[in-house]
């Protein structure tokens, strides 16, 4: 993309330019270029004034209307070219705040997760506190506090990538605790965790460039037999992209792509990679 494009909001799979409806070349061992995506910056409030929302001074939000269900969870991996960066199974148990701190060790990456909202992600860094990105702040809190009656769970090996020493993944999150606005490097609380507790460049703002190739691949996993891929130029783009489909859910994922296959009932096998 050679234009400079100041802010571009999420093209949905509605307008996704796919030739073929596969994403593969017939002709062709390799995934074909679908979509590539410029996103606005998201850190979690922006993405939606209701969503993901924290303040000391605030009563906790009630989830109960609305419980996690992991099986609402959309399975997913991430390949950098032939290999695999990330990969997520589906049904992974969450546990409540307090249940969740006897778990913990400094130097976790924890996840934050209620239906219909943007998982939100912390670092613990002990004594029962989280370092956290949060409306455009990086934030030191107490978990329970931050967690405001969502589940959690401990995901320090969704991503594959070689973890740091945890008082190497502690200082980076408590160097940075204060920083705010145009100081930030990160564009939501997932890439800023993952950047603590692996050092890469890849998840901050402008770690990768951008030449063209997407040699970054998110593979969507409806069922043994029914999985879509998408395209990127970035991590930091894939994240993005897999965080929405976090927030919406695995059936409006899926609608989303049915609508895009042009199919009106029900999503055709023929129509997913295996």
């Given at each position: ?134 409306r455009a702040e990086i934030k030191n809190n107490f978990l ?131």
């Amino acid at each position: 993309m050679g234009n400079q494009v100041e802010k571009l909001t999420h093209l949905n799979y509605a307008e996704v330019p796919t030739s073929d409806p596969n994403g593969f070349d017939p002709d062709d061992d390799g995934p074909r270029i679908g979509v590539s995506y410029i996103f606005s910056n998201d850190d979690d409030d922006e993405q939606d004034d209701n969503l993901d929302q924290f303040s000391p001074d605030s009563r906790p939000v009630n989830h109960e209307e609305k419980p996690f269900d992991p099986h609402d969870e959309l399975e997913c991996a991430i390949y950098y070219r032939e290999e695999c960066a990330y990969e997520r199974s589906t049904g992974a148990a969450a546990h409540s705040p307090e249940s969740l701190l006897n778990k913990c060790r400094p130097g976790d990456l924890l996840e934050f997760v209620a239906t219909g909202q943007y998982p939100h992600w912390a670092v613990y860094v002990g004594d029962f506190q989280v370092v956290h990105l949060h409306r455009a702040e990086i934030k030191n809190n107490f978990l329970t506090d931050v967690s405001q009656g969502k589940k959690g769970r401990i995901v320090n090996s969704l991503y594959r990538y070689r973890a740091l020493p945890p008082e190497v993944i502690v200082r980076n999150a408590l160097d940075h605790v204060g920083s705010r606005d145009r100081e930030l490097y990160w564009r939501n609380s997932e890439c800023f965790a993952a950047w603590c507790r692996f050092g890469k460049r890849e998840f901050k703002i402008g770690g990768e460039i951008r030449i063209g190739k997407q040699p970054y691949r998110l593979k969507l996993i409806f069922s043994e037999k029914k999985s879509h891929v998408l395209e990127f130029q970035s991590l930091e783009d894939v994240i993005m992209e897999k965080r929405r489909n976090d927030q919406i859910g695995k059936d409006a994922v899926m609608q989303e792509l049915a609508n895009h296959l042009n199919a009106t009932q029900e999503i055709k096998e023929d129509h997913f990679v295996n």
